[in-house]
């Protein structure tokens, strides 16, 4: 029998959720005014899906994913046609060579980048290592410097296998490149990949004897702050920091939360100070502390916590939200949006200040990616807001 | 007589839609044999096999009726006439 995909339409304006699943990858669509979303998929129906990303630089309206087979391993596919079509290519593109004796078990991440390199792509994967295209995504290599790296062979895999989850662009240059492991900790590269040094001062690791080695540590996620290179934001596998110096040292800023312990973090488009976590209760019961649902935001670096959940169930929900399961727009003001292992979307307007329900019974979710389609029809958006403001002041 | 591949429904995309490919092989190996196969349709190989060569964990081939684990994984000797069959194997369907 053949899973029916439904497919909707996009245009430019709209914001674009997806959602990786561990049964199919689904496209959320909805206006700029975020409030109706009409749900596309499911894509690769049966089929998980760690990694998903939307390249939308030099016009291009160009969806990746990883839809991984139980059965016949990973493939990296994408479509220019929002899903209706996936390319699928004979070879794997993301393949060890033959030397490496290794194989794929997993592609974690695909990260999209920089719009001054519109032609560059990278892969995050299981076991791990990091791949890269430079060609926008026709041809793939390992990036040999972190593969070769001595420290590898005394990387631990954590819960979800040793995998490499996160990669952070946006430092200082093109060739400035950070990385998260599990369990290996950060690691940074300033050569564009060629050497990598670890990256973990201040970064605690409650399941070591020594408690901060210099690397080994089970970082779940790090992100950058927007318009502030310097300053990054990491969840930690018990722990919560901020670095103001580019990851050279991490501090402590676990304040005001109910447990350091999650694995999303997500940075604000635009302010620096502002982040976002959904602390879980502990590495043994991964679930919503007091089974309450809540958002944590920042709005002073760190300083401080505070809970948002209006619109978020405050009784028995014992949810869990993965390592990207937690994402924002780039729209004034911007969205954010989780996905639960229970297979609900939420969808919050106004920064996190309160949240609806977007869809419920997805399979469960462990990844969700936002895109602007049609980047310059926001652009002229965001211009004609500001004259009214302007206009009205 | 050729040997003959069964092929499950998700390599068939990759066989020009075949569900049994026939080839004229004699004293092959299961793996060369294999080769050959891929040899014809290159797209079956990274879903069968891992970039180390090693069948798939969860991908099982049958020589016959009995899996080829049993006889000597790829190293295995082909009869003339055999029918070699993947299939993806109900252990890589654990997620729920």
Known sequence: ?393 | MPVVFALPGYLRPFAEGKSQVELDLEEVTVGEALDQLFARFPGARDRVLTEVGSVRQHVNIFLGDENIRYLGGLDAPVPRGARITILPAVSGGSLG
């Open chain 1, 1 to 393: 029998m053949t899973v029916q995909v439904r497919q909707v339409s996009f245009h430019d304006g709209d914001v674009l959720v997806m959602v990786g699943t561990m049964k199919g990858a689904f496209l959320a669509r909805s206006a700029a005014a975020r409030r109706q979303w009409e749900l596309a998929g499911p894509y690769f129906p049966g089929h998980p899906v760690y990694a998903i990303a939307f390249d939308a630089r030099e016009g291009r309206r160009r969806l990746w994913a990883a839809p991984e087979s139980p059965h016949f391993g990973s493939v990296l596919q994408s479509s220019d046609d929002f899903g209706k079509t996936w390319t699928s290519p004979e070879v794997a593109k993301i393949r060890f060579p033959e030397q490496a004796g290794v194989s794929l078990k997993r592609i974690w991440q695909i990260e999209v980048g920089q719009s001054k390199d519109s032609q560059v792509l990278y892969c995050g994967v299981e076991p791990a290592a990091l791949f890269e295209s430079r060609d926008a995504g026709e041809t793939w290599s390992l990036v040999q410097g972190l593969f070769d790296h001595p420290h590898r062979a005394r990387w631990q895999p954590g819960g979800g296998g040793l995998c490499l989850h996160t990669i952070v662009l946006g430092g200082n240059g093109p060739s400035d490149i950070l990385v998260a492991i599990s369990t290996g900790g950060v690691y940074k590269t300033s050569d564009g990949g060629l050497t990598w040094r670890p990256s973990n001062q201040g970064v605690r690791a409650d399941f070591l004897p020594n408690k901060h080695p210099e690397f080994g540590q089970c970082v779940h996620k790090v992100a950058r702050a927007a318009g502030r290179p310097e300053r990054l934001y990491l969840q930690n596998h018990w722990g919560l920091y901020r670095s103001d110096d580019a990851g050279a040292s991490w501090k402590d800023i676990a304040k005001g939360v109910p447990s350091d312990f999650g694995f999303p973090i997500v940075a604000h488009p635009r302010d620096a100070d502002t982040a976002y976590i959904i602390p879980m209760e502990s590495d043994e019961f991964r679930c919503a502390p007091e089974g309450k649902l809540r958002v944590y935001r920042t709005r002073d670096g760190g300083g401080s916590w505070h809970p948002l959940s209006a619109g978020l169930p405050q009784n028995e929900a014992f949810e869990t939200v993965l390592r990207d399961g937690l994402a924002n727009d780039r729209l004034e003001p911007s969205g954010v949006y989780f996905g639960t292992r229970s297979g609900k979307l939420y969808g919050s307007d106004d920064e996190g200040s309160s949240w609806r329900l977007i869809r419920e019974g997805l399979p469960p979710i462990v990844c969700v990616k936002t895109a602007l389609v049609g980047e310059a029809a926001h652009a002229v958006a965001r211009r004609r807001k500001a004259s009214q403001k302007q206009a009205r002041a």
